[in-house]
């Protein structure tokens, strides 16, 4: 099972940006999909963004025009791309494979704040 580890979470200020990696021990197109979640503390886990492996993106609404998703198969990387930061965008994000069998990330904590 391809492996996915996600890292550069951080403290940020409003109005800040952050990239967010989500490394695959294995061939990213080994899914049809991969997406980023974030879960908030004492709420669900939402899906943020998503990538197909033809290259099609949807976003959920509260991130679309600041974040982006994106990947590099040369590296079996997918990104984040977080922009114009808000604190309601502080959680736990995490990377998610989907295929025959899902693979998670561990997840990396993002918290904005001033």
């Known amino acids: 099972q391809v492996q996915l580890v996600e890292s550069g979470g951080g403290l940020v200020q409003p109005g800040g940006s952050l990239r967010l990696s989500c490394a695959a021990s294995g061939s990213i197109f080994t899914f049809y999909a991969m997406g980023w979640y974030r879960q908030a503390p004492g709420k669900q886990r939402d899906l943020v963004a998503r990538?197909?492996?033809?290259?099609?993106?949807n976003y959920a609404d509260s991130v679309k025009g600041r974040f982006t998703i994106s990947r590099d198969s040369t590296k079996n990387t997918m990104y984040l791309q977080m922009n114009s930061l808000v604190p309601e965008d502080t959680a736990v994000y995490y990377c998610?494979?989907?295929?025959?069998?899902?693979?998670w990330g561990q997840g990396t904590q993002v918290t904005v704040s001033s």
């Open positions: 998610k494979g989907s295929g025959t069998l899902d693979s």
């Open positions: 990538i197909t492996s033809g290259g099609s993106t």
